[in-house]
């Protein structure tokens, strides 16, 4: 739990404007009560997701997710499971995966490390990530405005839409990793909890990814049949000294627009006709609660040990960043997910300044009318 995971003295020295995590500023820790004690809303499935026994279902089945077939492996297994097994700390574990540039391989490394975390309870340890994770020669990489429409992609759009989402999928697992390795210094700071729980959002991601993948090749395509962008990489690296951007960033903007997408895509699917891959759209969506949800929850720990509210400090950090949110919006499972809406609505924010400007408006208006009045009182006398 936190309270044992994040001891030791207090923040007091930390600079009420500072949100880095770098010595000697951001000293420590103090110990947390569990966050169900203080005023904010939390997932209800966290603790049980925190608990759930590993997930080996990474491959879709006649009737949903269910382990994989004997020898459905490309790439020799038992070579990725004797390197996982030959490190020593999640952090060793987690670069190996990062300067893994095979897309699959990835994907099952990524279980394998996480799969071994939990077996034999490695030591967290501390490791450097490499300046960028490993890339296979396909997808090219281009900026947003190069995307090919579906039109002009060679893809249907079924193909298209999946290849996009696992192009999403292949960069949460580094996403998540490189939080691990690269705050991995930090472990007497940030608690075994925390890396716990971004090796889990990495292992669910590499099993969302080995789905795509799956899916993919079952419609006669793979994954690098067309360009991507590396947008989300980018925004990864704004953050690569701030653990508070970086959760604020990545699962609070990053894996909130997967809540928001979601949905919108299933209903694309279905009227496409292709209803196997709108299950499994429908599943991965269902799953990323839990991602935002984590982000929520040490976001808020460690803006109330720094003495600072959520909102504003989500607030101040985009801008900052420069991170664009952009609706529309899954109120409803951004909800579930403990995002409360006043963090990230423009336009309720707009609302709300507009009613403040209209009462402004009212009172000047009111004030210059008796402005008027007692003018014309005073020519008359």
Same mark, same amino acid.
């Given at each position: 739990?936190?309270?044992? &995971? ?12 500072? $949100?880095?995590l770098k010595p000697p500023s951001f000293a420590s820790f103090s110990s947390l009560q569990p966050l169900q004690q203080h005023h904010h809303p939390l997932w209800s499935g966290l603790q049980s997701w925190r608990d759930s026994s590993l997930n080996h279902n990474r491959f879709w089945? #006649? ?20 390197? =996982?097994?030959? &490190? ?6 987690? &670069?190996? @995966? ?32 490499? %300046? ?25 759009? *079924? ?8 192009? @999403?999928?292949?960069? &949460? ?6 939080? @691990?390795?690269? $705050? ?36 006669? $395509? ?7 962008? *590396? ?8 953050s690569s000294d701030d653990v508070v951007a970086r959760l604020a960033v990545i699962p609070l903007v990053q894996e909130a627009r997967g809540l928001d997408a979601g949905p919108r895509l299933v209903q694309k699917l279905i009227g496409f006709g292709d209803l196997k891959t709108s299950? =499994? ?18 976001? =808020? ?12 400090? $989500? ?6 960043? *420069?991170?664009? @949110?952009?609706? #529309? ?12 809406? %006043? ?9 709300? %300044? ?28």
């Amino acid at each position: 739990m936190l309270s044992t &995971a994040l001891r030791s003295s207090s923040l007091s020295s930390l600079p009420i404007h500072s $949100f880095k995590l770098k010595p000697p500023s951001f000293a420590s820790f103090s110990s947390l009560q569990p966050l169900q004690q203080h005023h904010h809303p939390l997932w209800s499935g966290l603790q049980s997701w925190r608990d759930s026994s590993l997930n080996h279902n990474r491959f879709w089945g #006649p009737s949903g997710p269910e382990p994989e077939p004997p020898m459905s492996h490309p790439i020799g297994p038992d070579d990725e499971k004797s390197q =996982v097994d030959s &490190a020593t700390s999640l952090a060793e574990i987690g &670069a190996m @995966v990062l300067s893994t540039s095979d897309p699959i391989k990835k994907s099952r490394l990524s279980h394998l490390a996480y799969s071994r975390w939990r077996r034999d309870k490695l030591p967290i340890g501390a490791s450097k990530p490499p %300046d960028r994770p490993a890339r296979p020669q396909k997808p090219q990489l281009v900026s947003p405005k190069e995307i090919p429409s579906p039109k002009n992609s060679k893809l249907p759009l *079924n193909a298209y839409m999946l290849h996009n989402l696992a192009h @999403v999928e292949l960069n &949460a697992i580094d996403l998540a990793w490189d939080t @691990v390795v690269r $705050f991995s210094p930090y472990h007497d700071l940030l608690g075994d909890t925390f890396f716990s729980d971004f090796a889990h959002v990495a292992d669910d991601e590499s099993r969302h990814f080995a789905w795509c993948s799956q899916r993919l090749s079952e419609l006669g $395509f793979s994954y690098g049949d067309m360009p991507a962008h *590396n947008l989300l990489w980018r925004e990864c690296e704004k953050s690569s000294d701030d653990v508070v951007a970086r959760l604020a960033v990545i699962p609070l903007v990053q894996e909130a627009r997967g809540l928001d997408a979601g949905p919108r895509l299933v209903q694309k699917l279905i009227g496409f006709g292709d209803l196997k891959t709108s299950n =499994v759209v429908a599943k991965i969506a269902e799953e990323e609660v839990a991602h935002v949800a984590v982000g929520v929850y040490w976001f =808020v720990a460690v803006c109330e040990q720094m003495g600072r509210a959520p909102c504003p400090t $989500f607030r101040d950090l985009l801008k900052e960043y *420069n991170v664009e @949110v952009k609706g #529309p919006f899954n109120y409803t499972a951004r909800q579930e997910a403990g995002l409360p809406r %006043d963090w990230y609505d423009p336009l309720k924010e707009t609302k709300q %300044d507009t009613e403040r400007l209209s009462k402004v408006h009212n009172r000047l208006a009111h004030i210059i009318s008796m402005e008027k009045d007692n003018s014309n009182l005073n020519k008359e006398e």
